[in-house]
């Protein structure tokens, strides 16, 4: 069904500040290695658009107007939801991609940050398709149509599942987390997992959580056997997601997005500056772009190896969470040296913090 676009969203008399006004010349200090990241499926929040739509009209309403084009009625359900439209992961996918697209773009229009000169882009599950285009490998056109196809394929996917699934985190002791995949996987093997289960791994995040995705059943009957028999007792936290991404039970959204990926014009120039969610390690060639990408939906996101990869083999210091929510720019925070001051996180919902964002990277 279509839903009517809110006509009071297209207005604003805020006119967005000039590029000096905030952008810093200083050159006393050597310009740090700089990755870019981008939140996953979980961060979506209705009107997640509206500060930066009245803020910067110039910028933001020309990217919604080409979303209008590509996935006619998203843009009144972003804006005014309802909150369960906006959660549907067909939705909810475009949505947080396009968002996180039109603070890039503020910053690069009405402040002067010049995407092209960050070290890295790499982003979390969804995320990863907003690194490509922000990396300028594919367009936003195709990357809305990509998501929306790899979205609606994971929820009929889920709709055919008999048994109730869904994801939890695991939170142990820091350092603790290699011990638990190893013991999670030790499960998955046995014949503690019945045949007609699904259980994955879905991410590692920190050294201090990682996510399983599955049949609920296995779920609980995995953490109920480490808690018994492996001397381990992770706090299990359920998440609020409408699928169980990451795991077998998506499987059939791996042929979707492979067939898309053939008709979608890649180009190879920054493929190097892009970490893979699969690998941990930025691509080497288009070509493992090309394969790995299809089966990041059902592997492990590798966001704690990303995280470490790119600071001790990369020589990254600084780091920029673009796009909604806080959860990617807080794992990010608690792993790298220096902690939550080397990340500048914009949310696009504070402009003040737009402002002090664009003048953190003035000597980008």
């Known amino acids: 069904m279509k839903l009517p676009r809110p006509p009071l969203l297209l207005k604003s008399r805020i006119a967005p500040p000039a590029p000096s006004r905030v952008i810093s010349t200083t050159t006393k200090n050597v310009r740090p290695k700089t990755a870019i990241f981008f939140p996953g499926q979980g961060s979506q929040k209705q009107g997640m658009l509206t500060p930066l739509t009245k803020a910067f009209p110039k910028t933001v309403i020309p990217l919604l107007d080409r979303l209008d084009l590509i ?18 992961t067909q939705n909810a996918q475009p ?92 499960f998955i093997d046995s014949e503690a997992l019945g045949e007609d289960e699904f259980l994955s791994i879905a991410n590692v995040n920190s050294s201090t959580q990682l996510v399983v995705s599955g049949h609920v059943r296995a779920i609980m009957n995995c953490v109920g056997q480490i808690r018994k028999f492996k001397g381990n007792d992770p706090r299990a936290i359920r998440l609020n997601v409408s699928a169980p991404f990451h795991s077998g039970i998506v499987a059939p959204t791996v042929s979707v997005v492979r067939r898309m990926l053939r008709e979608i014009d890649m180009k190879e120039e920054n493929v190097r500056k892009v970490v893979s969610n699969v690998s941990g390690r930025p691509y080497r060639h288009l070509i493992e772009m090309r394969n790995n990408l299809p089966w990041q939906c059902v592997k492990t996101v590798r966001w704690k190896d990303s995280i470490e990869w790119l600071e001790k ?13 806080r959860v990617q720019t807080n794992l990010v925070g608690q792993e790298v040296k220096g902690g939550k001051a080397n990340v500048v996180a914009v949310e696009g919902t504070d402009i003040k913090r737009m402002e002090d964002a664009a003048e953190a990277l003035g000597n980008l």
């Open 71 to 88: 996935l006619p009625g998203l843009r009144p359900v972003l804006f005014d939801g309802p909150g369960s439209y906006l959660t549907e």
């Open 95 to 186: 949505a947080i991609l396009v968002s996180s697209i039109a603070i890039l773009r503020v910053l690069e229009k009405d402040f002067g940050v010049d995407p092209t000169k960050f070290d890295y882009f790499f982003g979390h599950s969804l995320g990863e398709f907003t690194a490509l285009v922000a990396a300028g490998i594919i367009s936003l056109e195709d990357a809305l149509m990509l998501v929306r196809q790899r979205g609606m394929s994971m929820a009929v996917a889920t709709a055919n599942s008999e048994d109730e699934v869904g994801m939890y985190a695991l939170i142990v002791e820091k350092g603790q987390v290699k011990n638990l995949e190893q013991q999670i996987s030790e």
């Open 313 to 325: 083999n990369c020589g990254v210091s600084r780091w920029v969470g673009i796009g909604p929510g």
